[in-house]
Nanobody, 128 residues
Framework: QVQLVESGGGLVEPGGSLRLSCTVS????????SAWFRQAPGKKREGVSC????????YYADSVKGRFTISRDNAKNTVYLQMNSLEPEDPAVYYC?????????????????????WGQGTQVTVSS
């Protein structure tokens, strides 16, 4: 049974940084695409970033390009989202997700319907 557990959320001031982690158990990440989504109150879930473990393809939403970085550690079966220069528009519950048979590409938005495995989410709050 594949399980995803996120951690690293919290409260940060505008301009600050956080690193989210998503540890996968029950499977290796080989062949999967890993992604981060976020959902703010009253808004639809938004695809933030995606990483294809098969070919190294990466996608970032325009709203986070240049500020967020997705990465992975195969030895730890963990994917990360480094978030810098956090803005008042970034607060949300951030979710980690895995998909099979998906290749991430720049300028190709991701859809939550493509992802079959989800974590429980971690809250990110940006406030002074």
């Amino acid at each position: 049974q594949v399980q995803l557990v996120e951690s690293g959320g919290g409260l940060v001031e505008p301009g600050g940084s956080l690193r989210l982690s998503c540890t996968v158990s029950g499977s290796t990440m080989d062949g999967y695409a890993s992604a981060w989504f976020r959902q703010a109150p009253g808004k639809k879930r938004e695809g933030v970033s995606c990483f294809s473990h098969s070919d190294g393809g990466i996608y970032y939403a325009d709203s986070v390009k240049g500020r967020f970085t997705i990465s992975r550690d195969n030895a730890k079966n963990t994917v990360y989202l480094q978030m810098n220069s956090l803005e008042p528009e970034d607060p949300a519950v951030y979710y980690c997700a895995l998909a099979t048979m998906l290749w991430c590409e720049d300028n190709s938005p991701i859809s939550q319907s493509d992802f079959g495995f989800w974590g429980q989410g971690t809250q990110v709050t940006v406030s002074s």
